[in-house]
């Protein structure tokens, strides 16, 4: 059996592509793909530790998440599309205005 | 029965202020609906003031006394409590009868002198009028330093307002802020005062076992006994000797003293005072303001007899304020200037009587001056309304003919403030001087006061006698004195009372008579012996023995009594040999550049102006640096570094999602690196 | 024009750094946190335990919460999704957005910045004589 650690640290490591993907992209589809990644990372701890404690609890939840992450996707599409149609553009750094 | 009637007395006692109070609500806001101005009310509230009082008076007379909380404003559980209560003992008593007195009858006399004169703001008037008794009762029975001196102040607040009452003219109003800056001065160190008594004895309370004059004494006599931290260890007197540091905060009281009271250097502000109305003169100077001050000292007697410097001093402040009013008041024209100069000269008498140990002596010439010079106030008012409103006594002259009651009540008043025989003045004044004199025998200082008070008889006699020549006698010199205005039955029923007491008041203590006979007629004396224990003559007495050093020369009080009484006739008879013909000369030019000084009041006015102009300006630029630099410059500061400092941390917020994303990132990993760290996850 | 996958380097991979060293600050922990030996499922059937779960159907082998409620309100925010993804994305035949003209994403500046400048260009015309031709530039 795989120890833990090392389905939190696998977990840990998709997180952090995600974040490395949001904190150095500009395009909003790169965005909504690096969010789906952390989303996932989520997902293996969640089942991770419904292995470790013997409760199906987790598992569902990662259904859960995976149905709220449509929903998330659905919505940022949209945003997406108003985005490009107030900006010209899908640039995230381009949309400043949202400031004092 | 008698104890529940004791203690109803005591339980409406609060009304003999409060009716005051109301009757200044009413002719405040209801006054110019109503009759006459307001002053039915006020009349009445003082009327009932004066009931409530004396049944107080026969209270306090069957030996209940009265010492109690009545409101509590601010209570800390460990240091001091703030509020108001009363104290009902024979002093206070006495003195709220004079108060509620003095305060009807000028009411009274009111009527004549503003209604009937068809004079503007009756209402603001009688408010005023209502405000200052109420002001005065209040403060009369206060219970603690704290409450005399929030009524002290609104008792200096009123006379602001009264004296200034016809603010349209260009005098009053000066006059006005005058009076209230000047007492002002002084009331800075009775605030001051106040505060370091708090902060010494954790109580103003003037009566009782915690009373700070109890709590002194015992300080001094804990170390006095050689005991170092004795009964001193428990208070603390900043480093000073408990001696020493009572003297200080003596002084500092004094000075709200000798503001009110207006003693030198601080009395220039009462002869422009009389710019008020003339009832208002009678009321500040006979019973409310004035006589605060020298009541403030005979009400915290305890503690002043702990001192003997502060004793001194006020003796030879007293004294030689006696004398150097009484000078100024030789040259004067204007009828009113002399009363109110021989007003500074008498309470300087009390001041004496009240330094040289004599509690009782100036506790009786408070009294029967409060009479008498309210009567003289009343007489010059009826003789400024006969005349018109003309106060130079050039212009008058015959006036006897005319005004027989006001010239009868008018001539016993002077005879009582010249202290002739057996007038009233002559009691109080005679006793003040023979206490100075028994206990100046051992005291150079006392001396000295009691020289000056002497040598202010003669010129008491003199002014005075010179005053009713030149009003009365003699042949009209106007024609206005020829015809003068007819007075009604509100100006003469207040002469003929105050005439009546300041006849027969005095013998209600002849110490004199009372030495040579034997008998037992020295009923003041008697009335301020019994009380609440520590507030009683005996107790003073004891503690001017035992504490302060005084002690008694035995002499005959007969001696000094004929000693004054020749120098009051002297000062008389020269009045009368230079200005009782009917067409008396202007005597006083004679005198040449000496009148000059005299006339320009030794020019105390002029100095104190400079020393206001150079030293003021100068605190005042200092202090408007200050505010603006400092004071304004730290508060700009803050806003000018809030707006500086917001307008540069605003632009973190820079509106790109990356920027908002890589500060959250960094905040989750240092708060996660700190709470690990903190937690030892690291390990 | 690059024909292939091109690395961008530069800068603004700095901000990813900070994401790196998350990594490593949850990495320490993860290595160093110690956990027992995982209780695992012991062979029962997963996907159907999965099923009795989320409908509130007593049978499922495995210990699990009833997820019925969340089941209808995942279901619920779905749809609410979808509404919201069809309103932000719809457009009318001529192109004017419908029911959102009145959101402003512009932080409520002139939306029209042309015409705003050419107003400030006839209030001054000093300064749009002295410098017109940036101006234009600058818009």
Known sequence: MVAVQFYLLLSAAIFCIGLFGILTRRNVLFFLMSVELMLNAANINLVAFSFQYGNLTGQVFSLFITALAAAEVAVGIGIMLVLYRNFGDVDVTKATTLRW | MAATSTAFAFEVAPAIAILPLASFVIALFAGKYLPKGGALAGIAATGGSLLLSLWIALTVAGGATYNEEIYSLVTTPNSFDLHFGLLLDPLSALMLVIVSLVSFLVHLFSLGYMNDEGERGLPRYYAGLGLFSFSMLAFVFADNLFMSFVFFELVGLCSWLLIGHWYREEAPPSAAKKAFLVTRFGDYFFLVGVVAIFATFGTTLFAGPESFPTLAEEALAGAGGGEAGGGAGELSTFGFGPGTWFTVLGFLVLGGVIGKSAQFPLHTWLPDAMEGPTPVSALIHAATMVAAGVYLVARMYGFYALSPTALAVIAFVGGFTALFAASMAVVKRDIKQVLAYSTISQYGYMMLGLGAGGYVAAVFHLMTHAFFKALLFLGAGAVIIAMHHRQDMWEMGGLKEKLPVTYYAFLAGSLALAGIFPFAGFWSKDEILYEALIHGLNDPLLLGGYLMGLTAIVFTGFYTFRMVLLTFHGEPRTHTARNPHSLGWSVKVPLVVLGVLATVIGLINMTPVAEATGLHIEYLHTWLEHGIPGLTVEHYDEVLETVAGYSAASLSPLLPAVLSLALALAGAGLAWALYSGPDPDHHTERLGDIRTLLMNNYYQDEYQVWIAETFGTGVARLSDRFDQSIVDGAVNGISEVSLLSGDRIRRIQTGIVSNYATLLTLGLVVLLLSVGLAGGWFL | ?139
């Open chain 3, 1 to 139: 024009m690059p024909t292939r996958p091109h690395l961008n380097l530069g800068s603004h991979l700095l901000s990813g750094l900070v994401a790196v060293a998350l990594f490593a600050v949850l990495a320490t922990v993860f290595l160093t946190a110690s956990f027992g030996a995982p209780q695992g499922f012991g062979g029962a059937q997963v996907t159907p335990s999965i099923g009795y779960a989320m409908f509130d159907l007593s049978g499922g082998e495995i210990p699990s919460d009833s997820f019925l409620a969340a089941f209808e309100i995942i279901d619920l925010v779905l749809l609410a999704a979808l509404a919201a993804a069809v309103m932000l994305a719809r457009r009318e035949a001529d192109g004017k957005l419908i029911g959102i003209e009145s959101i402003r994403t512009d932080g409520g500046r002139p939306r029209d910045t042309t015409s705003a400048s050419d107003t400030d260009v006839e209030t001054e015309p000093n300064a749009a004589a002295d410098g017109d031709g940036d101006r234009e530039g600058a818009n």
